[in-house]
């Protein structure tokens, strides 16, 4: 028998704080316990985009800096309501209405990201 001691590679999570740079724009993380590097995502104020009562999409400025399986660069984050709905034909002309309201609400948050990238800024 071996008197040599034996020994194993174990995988473990290891916790410590990590400092990391923050756009002007980012008010903050939805989650500040990022399980990997990777997780890290800054986001910006949240617009929601509605108009005569739809409620049609919800917008920010998000970056994941360190992600390897999506875009890292500047991106404006958007998602759809999923309104569906039956409607009469006042309330389809409200509805198209606000189609072209939330257009032109997510054009300039477009052009707002546009400036900010052109700006150089983070």
Same mark, same amino acid.
């Given at each position: 028998?071996?008197?040599?001691p ?10 410590? #704080?990590?400092e990391i740079?923050?756009p ?5 993380h939805r ?7 990777? +997780?890290?995502?800054?986001y910006?104020?949240?617009h ?5 009562g739809? +409620?049609?999409? #919800?917008?920010r400025l998000g970056? #994941?800096?360190?992600?390897d399986r999506?875009? *890292?660069d500047l ?5 759809? *309501?999923?309104?569906?709905? #039956?409607?009469?034909? +006042?309330e389809?002309e409200?509805?198209? +209405? ?10 300039a ?14």
């Amino acid at each position: 028998m071996s008197t040599e001691p034996r020994t194993a590679q174990v995988d473990v999570f290891v916790t410590k #704080s990590l400092e990391i740079d923050e756009p002007d724009w980012c008010i903050g993380h939805r989650d500040d316990l990022a399980q990997y590097k990777v +997780d890290i995502t800054h986001y910006g104020p949240e617009h929601a985009i509605a108009h005569n009562g739809f +409620d049609l999409f #919800s917008a920010r400025l998000g970056q #994941s800096p360190f992600a390897d399986r999506a875009p *890292s660069d500047l991106v404006l984050y958007v998602e759809h *309501s999923g309104f569906t709905g #039956s409607l009469n034909p +006042d309330e389809v002309e409200a509805f198209a +209405d606000a189609l072209v309201e939330a257009a032109a609400a997510l054009r300039a948050l477009g052009h707002e990201l546009a400036a900010i990238l052109a700006g150089g800024g983070q």
